[in-house]
């Protein structure tokens, strides 16, 4: 149980993303220097290079080389357990008033003076489609609203494996895709930018320890394997995905982005904010089933911005509805055999509440845009349009603690020639 009165030395505003209970982890630059692997709090980058070569890391004792990395992907193949008394090193270093870092501040570097960057080699990816109420809301639109659900979806974390070169970190630009399309009426397909550009609110969970092909991964054993959590944007074409995605699902409509946050929060960040999961009906197979608190209560939004910077807020939502939690999907996904790596991407699929304006995506806040929203400018949207930036954002609060993940963004340009 975290521990609320813990307080830091530096100072930190209640509202912050990055408290001391948070301490997530990211790859940073500084002008023209090294990449390296720094942790956030408040509004500062911690430099762990720099703690590690001032011998600063009592407990954990880590080489400073790994510290000095392009990715995190090192830091999390030395196991839970190390980076767990890594955890507890940082939080000595800057919650003591007798902490030796005081008087080696320069390895606390003002956020506005850090580039950030990629925080993961992503080696695969994998996208879920977990959330019942856009499931229900796209089989509604799509399919039958009686029987909105597939037959399979109440029995398996259905997923798709994606397209883990075009994952980018936040605020890295993105350009409007293009391919076939089959306009309505039509009695051919068309070529061109795609016209149903769509944002897609989701949390993705990154794998920290590796398993061998043929082994499997049980849901209780599943959070041994899961080093933490990342907020993410799997952007989608919803005109190109329409016309391929039969018979054998997405593809063009989703490679070619999704958005990553850079800043990794760990699950022992997150474990004040457990909650129980909906119930499932009907029971899950043996395999699936789960005993205690597998979702967490993450508050999440999403903004639009115009080419002026003006933002409105679409949608407000949470993590907690998730119907399938993160360790039954990685143990489905690992049933069969199959294995994993250090540094594989599993997205939630998209979040969405209960409430229209909890919906994840614009396909379901417009539904099918037949309801335009209201812009604070004065505009509308059904879909995002060019020069528009999506920003999303997510934290947890609970008894005066506050873990959040910063912001994920990106901006449309138009489709290249």
């Not at 301490?23 to 911690?46: M, N, S």
């Not at 407990?59 to 080389?65: E, L, P, R, T």
């Amino acid at each position: 149980m975290a521990d609320s009165t813990l307080k830091s030395w530096l100072d930190i505003a209640d509202n912050s993303d990055f408290s001391i209970h948070n301490l997530p982890y990211g790859v940073f630059t500084k002008g023209k220097g090294a990449k390296k692997v720094g942790v956030a709090i408040g509004d500062y980058v911690l430099d762990l290079y720099a703690v590690a070569s001032l011998n600063l890391l009592t407990k954990s004792k880590i080489n400073k080389s790994i510290f000095k990395n392009e990715f995190i992907n090192d830091l999390m193949d030395l196991g839970k357990p190390k980076t767990a008394q890594l955890r507890e090193d940082l939080i000595k270093l800057l919650s003591s008033n007798r902490s030796k870092l005081k008087q080696h501040t320069k390895a606390l570097i003002p956020m506005e003076k850090v580039t950030m960057h990629m925080p993961i080699k992503i080696t695969d990816y994998t996208d879920f489609y977990s959330s019942m109420e856009h499931a229900t809301n796209v089989g509604t639109m799509f399919r039958d609203p009686d029987n909105a659900l597939l037959p399979n979806w109440r029995h398996i974390p259905v997923g798709y494996h994606g397209r883990a070169s075009s994952v980018v970190v936040s605020g890295t630009p993105i350009h409007r895709p293009c391919g076939q399309t089959m306009p309505l009426g039509a009695d051919a397909p068309v070529y061109g930018p795609c016209r149903l550009l769509d944002f897609e609110l989701e949390t993705g969970f990154v794998i920290g320890k590796s398993t061998q092909l043929g082994d499997r991964v049980s849901c209780k054993d599943a959070e041994d394997y899961i080093f933490g959590m990342v907020l993410f944007n799997d952007w989608s074409a919803r005109d190109i995905q329409k016309w391929e995605y039969v018979p054998l699902g997405p593809f063009l409509g989703k490679n070619f982005a999704s958005t990553i946050s850079p800043w990794v929060v760990p699950m022992e960040a997150l474990d004040p904010f457990r909650v129980s999961g909906p119930k499932q009906t009907p029971k899950v197979l043996p395999y699936l089933k789960t005993t205690g608190k597998k979702n967490f209560k993450i508050n999440l939004e999403v903004g639009i911005q115009n080419k002026k910077g003006e933002e409105t807020t679409v949608c407000k939502s949470n993590f907690r509805y998730m119907y399938w939690n993160m360790s039954q999907q990685l143990a489905h996904h690992t049933v069969n055999g199959c294995n994993i790596n250090v540094g594989d991407l599993y997205g939630s699929g998209t979040i969405s509440g209960k409430k229209p304006s909890s919906y994840g995506s614009m396909l379901e806040l417009s539904w099918k845009g037949t309801k335009p929203l209201k812009m604070v400018d004065g505009t509308e949207r059904k879909f995002i349009q060019d020069y528009d930036t999506v920003v999303m954002r997510g934290h947890a609060e609970k008894n005066g603690i506050r873990v959040g993940f910063g912001e994920v963004t990106g901006q449309v340009l138009p489709a290249k020639k």
